[in-house]
């Protein structure tokens, strides 16, 4: 299992009513292949998954299981869930659909209070869906549970035996390379930090999953080229528009504003749900000049 590659966490499309609209990710799907992306991990962070529920993720499993194989995209499923046994469910839904992985954040709310009890989570997540490789996805800024990854890469392996590495959302670079050693060519460690991706691939970083690669792909196509090639000139000033595309798009709420870009895109995500905001139109309307003003529109995914 490798993701040497970008992988685009995918929006969670809602109604202007906040309602699901499953009906949407084929357009979603079309619209990410024709930009080059071939993976896609869907209802994680990006895709507000705690706050979409069990019935409605495993809708737009069905959705993307039907969308991903008309568009040749390759899915991985987030299935993390404060509630272990929903986890189960969604698990074992991904695998008979034939999703690519699987993947699992921690409880936030009653916390692992160890390593081993993190294990054993992610353990009884990934029994429900033998068959199918599993992530551990670390992003502590969001669940507040900062383990040493190194150690889960040593211990989980005799509890987990589907495991395929970990989807590394943590900006802690010594952690990351400590993982990276003991990793080698068993586990797969894509990077999880857009803003951070040349820090990331200079640590040793070979892919990436992240929510800008759905509005900006080639942006970072052409940083891991430049990377690649020797240019770090230039790859350390295609990081810093990026950085600043995302600051732009954070002034007023990353999620709800980064999908009011993909609908301007013509692919209608909807707006964010609470306890997250959405961007006015005057705010929108800052934003693209904004983005104008950074080259946006020589990096931008093509419309639909």
């Not at 969670?12 to 024709?34: K, M, N, W, Y």
Request: aromatic letters at 8%; hydrophobic letters at 45%.
């Amino acid at each position: 299992m490798q993701l040497h590659e970008l992988v685009a966490a995918a929006h969670s499309p809602f109604h202007a009513d906040g309602s699901l609209a499953p009906e949407i990710v084929a357009t979603q799907a079309f619209f990410l292949a024709s930009n080059g992306i071939k993976t896609v991990f869907i209802t994680g962070s990006t895709g507000e998954s705690h706050s979409v529920t069990c019935a409605e993720k495993l809708d737009l499993y069905h959705a993307w299981s039907t969308a991903g194989q008309a568009n040749g995209l390759a899915v991985i499923a987030h299935v993390g869930s404060n509630c272990i046994e929903e986890s189960k469910i969604l698990a074992r839904r991904a695998g008979e659909l034939g999703f690519r992985a699987i993947s699992a954040l921690a409880p936030s709310y009653f916390k692992p209070d160890g390593l081993s009890a993190l294990i054993e989570c992610c353990a009884s997540i990934a029994a429900a869906a033998p068959q199918t490789p599993f992530y551990y996805y670390d992003i502590p800024m969001l669940t507040g549970v900062t383990l040493p990854m190194e150690q889960f890469l040593t211990d989980a392996p005799a509890r987990i035996p589907t495991l395929a590495g970990i989807k590394f959302t943590n900006p802690n670079l010594v952690s990351y390379r400590r993982c990276l050693d003991i990793a080698g060519e068993r586990f797969d460690l894509p990077w999880g930090v857009d803003e951070m991706l040349l820090t990331g691939l200079a640590s040793g970083a070979r892919g990436g999953v992240g929510s800008t690669y759905n509005w900006a792909p080639k942006l970072y196509y052409d940083l891991i080229a430049a990377f690649t090639r020797g240019d770090f000139a230039e790859a350390r000033r295609l990081q810093s528009v990026s950085i600043a595309m995302i600051d732009a798009i954070a002034a007023s709420g990353f999620i709800g504003t980064a999908k009011a870009l993909m609908s301007h895109l013509g692919v209608a995500v909807g707006p964010a749900r609470l306890p997250l905001g959405n961007p006015t139109p005057a705010q929108l309307d800052a934003l693209l000049v904004r983005l104008h003003e950074l080259g946006f529109e020589q990096w931008a995914a093509k419309r639909v």
